[in-house]
Nanobody
Framework: QVQRVESGGGSVQAGGSLRLSCAAGGYIFFKKWTAWFRQAPGKEREGVAAVFGAGVSPQYADSVKGRFTVSQDNAKNTVYLQMGSLKPEDTAVYYC??????????????????WGQGTQVTVSS
C-alpha cells in the first residue's frame, strides 16, 4: 500500500481560501487519477475533485465547481486542491485518494485503493 499524506487543512472564515496538498514518496501521479474526498460528521464520504493530467479535464462535484481547483505538480509529485470562496458546509475531513480502478467513475469512493489519513478543514461564518 502506498502511503499518502495530506496537509494544508485548518480553520478559516467563510469566503476564505485554503490549499491542500497530497504527496506520496513512491507514487507517480501523472496519468493516474488522484481524487479528493471529504466527510463531515454524520454524512457520507463524497468525491470533491479528481485530476489525471495529460490534457484530461479534471472532474468536480457540483457543490464545489467554480470554487475549487485541483492540480498537479509533477516535478514535486504532489497533487493540490485549491479551495476558494469557502462556505461553512465545506467543513469536513478531506482525504486524498489514488490507485483508481479502471471502469469506475473518478469521484467514486470505491474506485480508489490508496488513502491518506485526512486533514481537517473548518469554515466558520
Amino acid at each position: 500500500q502506498v502511503q499518502r499524506v495530506e496537509s494544508g487543512g485548518g480553520s478559516v472564515q467563510a469566503g476564505g481560501s485554503l490549499r491542500l496538498s497530497c504527496a506520496a514518496g513512491g507514487y507517480i501521479f501523472f496519468k493516474k487519477w488522484t481524487a479528493w474526498f471529504r466527510q463531515a460528521p454524520g454524512k457520507e464520504r463524497e468525491g470533491v475533485a479528481a485530476v489525471f493530467g495529460a490534457g484530461v479535464s479534471p472532474q468536480y462535484a457540483d457543490s464545489v465547481k467554480g470554487r475549487f481547483t485541483v492540480s498537479q505538480d509533477n516535478a514535486k509529485n504532489t497533487v493540490y486542491l485549491q479551495m476558494g470562496s469557502l462556505k461553512p458546509e465545506d467543513t469536513a475531513v478531506y482525504y486524498c485518494a489514488a490507485g483508481k480502478v479502471i471502469g469506475r467513475g473518478a469521484l467514486r469512493e470505491d474506485a480508489y485503493s490508496y488513502w491518506g489519513q485526512g486533514t481537517q478543514v473548518t469554515v466558520s461564518s
